[in-house]
């Protein structure tokens, strides 16, 4: 590894790919840092490992990732897997590690390309050994071809959570029941943006489909779930909800949820990137230019860390933030610039017509984003509940800052990567603000642990 | 909880769970590992010592840490599996679970 690139990706996912590709294509010295041991990122996870068959139960869209990672083994970018990034900063340094060795590189333009995480939505019992992401059930399945036992259940919103039910039913794993949360007020809002989403037809054919797939196969799915409660005493025994104004409950050791995805925004926090709320998808996201630049000179963002689009919008967001790299970087012209990006461009348009109809579907309740019950734990890591962070914001503490500052609500190892969101959530409805004024939490490096000896390591490696 | 659709054609490595012997697929992560040996969790909280277990596998919850090799705090999601290697429950901010 070198102590200076002229471009640096972070991520290994669609977008960091595409990116790194057509950089080397153009004959630009360009490193890829990825954590994973493979490339694809989770949407194209193990591609290059997975049997046929399986490849095949994931369905098409997981088979497109194939092209993209040997087109990027082909292409000459250095390639750092397993490697992982706990700071960045405005100089453009990058702090990484990598098998237990620290290291500091530089860049000219850095590209992050970190991607989503699943939204995390506490609710009542969502700490339970055998409550589980949705996507994580996913991951094992793709990666290792692993699946939960007969009997699991499925519960929240999103396009994942019908086609992981999907993939499972192709697997021949017995789905006990799919409990979809959406509120029914839903359809109502998504109708006026169903037109233009009309236009990205073939997403709504492929949901119908596994709908009607789902349905033939008998596997029971309850809509306008409410009051969604995973019980047991130390691991999970039972799902318990709220159906058409009856109390249910389903026995069940597994319980896979899913709320829609946000962007890994991490790193962007950590730069010091500007971030600002977006209330169609309901999180907070870097604030992007049509090239991918944020606010600090030569940092980028491509992919769903810049807001969510979607695999294939990733792809082509990772050329266009290309482009504008090789631009800045001297390797294109203008003219260039703007030709080559017109093709990515109108592949983006095309997909970003069902983006607001899903989001408007989709959108998860009030109720369940303010997490309504007080006992339940926000912060996974500390151990905070939503009553304890109502009562800081009672007590006169009014952003997220001062709710972690007082609760510790975001101190524990994830970093508030879990609890971000649902402390600005709760944070602006119990002191009635705009979430835009509560502010995300303040990130500081390192966004990964090292420990003390290997930061030390760092220093002693870069003198010698 | 979890069950592999294929058991046959792997490359196996041996790994110790809570000091038990087991074969695990190469390449398999520990979190994966642990989740098909059905354990009912795989650390307790340093606060209330409730017991968690592996939630995200993507490396951002930090729920699924174990005690690898005699190192505490250890991502189960994003550690591979070794020939050789002792994977442990893990007590709060690091002890093995007795």
Redesign the interface.
């Known amino acids: 590894m070198k102590q200076h690139y002229r471009l640096a990706v972070i991520g290994a996912g669609p977008a960091g790919l595409a990116a790194a590709t057509t950089a080397a294509e153009q004959g630009v010295e360009v490193a890829v840092f990825d954590e994973q041991a493979a490339p694809g990122g989770q949407i194209y996870r193990a591609m290059e490992s997975i049997p046929q068959h399986r490849a095949r139960q994931l369905g098409d869209e997981y088979q497109r990732g194939r092209e993209l990672v040997s087109a990027f083994r082909a292409s000459g970018a250095k390639y750092f897997p397993e490697t992982q990034v706990w700071s960045l900063n405005a100089r453009r340094e990058i702090g990484l590690l990598q098998q237990g060795q620290a290291r500091a590189v530089t860049a000219d333009q850095i590209l992050i390309a970190s991607g989503a995480i699943e939204r995390p939505v506490p609710f009542p019992g969502w700490t339970l050994p055998g409550v589980m992401n949705a996507g994580a059930g996913q991951i094992l399945f793709k990666a290792h071809g692993i699946v939960p036992d007969d009997g699991v259940v499925l519960a929240g919103s999103g396009p994942l959570l019908l086609l992981l039910a999907w993939q499972y039913l192709h697997a021949g794993v017995g789905v006990k029941a799919l409990l979809d949360v959406t509120p029914m007020m839903n359809h109502l809002y998504a109708l006026p943006r169903l037109p233009r989403a009309l236009l990205a037809g073939h997403y709504l054919t492929k949901g119908l489909r596994y709908k009607r797939d789902l349905k033939r196969a008998g596997i029971s799915t309850l809509h306008n779930v409410r009051g969604l409660r995973a019980q047991g005493k130390e691991t999970l025994q039972a799902v318990s909800f709220l159906h058409n104004g009856r109390e249910q409950s389903l026995e069940t050791a597994a319980l896979l949820v899913h709320f829609g995805v946000i962007p890994h925004a991490q790193l962007s926090r950590v730069a010091g990137c500007r971030h600002v709320w977006d209330d169609s998808q309901l999180c907070w996201q870097p604030h992007l230019d049509e090239w991918g630049r944020t606010s600090i000179d030569g940092i980028l963002i491509a992919g769903d860390g810049g807001g969510i689009g979607g695999a294939r919008t990733a792809e082509h967001s990772g050329r266009v933030a290309a482009f504008q790299a090789l631009y800045a970087l001297g390797a294109l012209d203008r003219t260039a610039r703007q030709r080559l990006a017109r093709i990515d461009r109108k592949w983006m348009r095309e997909e970003s017509h069902i983006r607001p109809f899903l989001e408007a579907f989709f959108r998860i309740s009030d109720d369940m984003l303010q997490v309504a019950d007080d006992d339940t734990l926000v912060c996974r890591c500390e151990e905070v509940s939503a009553g304890q962070i109502r009562t800081a914001v009672a007590d006169g503490h009014r952003d997220s800052n001062q709710v972690k500052f007082l609760t510790r609500c975001g101190m524990g190892l994830c970093q508030g990567r879990q609890c971000g969101e649902a402390v600005s959530h709760i944070v602006a409805a119990a002191s009635g603000q705009a979430i835009q004024d509560i502010g995300h939490y303040r990130e500081r490096p390192p966004v990964n642990p090292l420990t003390l000896g290997q930061l030390a390591g760092l220093h002693s490696e870069q003198t010698e | 909880?979890?069950?592999?659709?294929?058991n046959s054609a792997h490359n196996r490595v041996n790994v110790t769970i809570n000091g038990q012997p087991v074969q695990v697929?190469e390449?398999?992560?520990v979190a994966?590992a642990v989740?098909?040996h059905g354990l009912?969790?795989?650390r307790t909280?340093p606060?209330?010592g409730?017991?968690?277990?592996?939630?995200?596998?993507?490396?951002?919850?930090?729920?699924c840490?174990m005690v690898i090799d005699g190192k505490a705090?250890q991502r189960a999601c994003?550690t591979?599996v070794r020939e050789g290697m002792h994977i442990e429950c893990q007590q709060g901010v690091g002890e093995p679970l007795p």
């Open positions: 909880m979890f069950k592999r659709l294929d697929p390449g398999e992560t994966a989740l098909t009912p969790y795989t909280t606060e209330s409730a017991p968690r277990a592996p939630f995200c596998l993507m490396g951002v919850c930090f729920e840490l705090n994003m591979q």
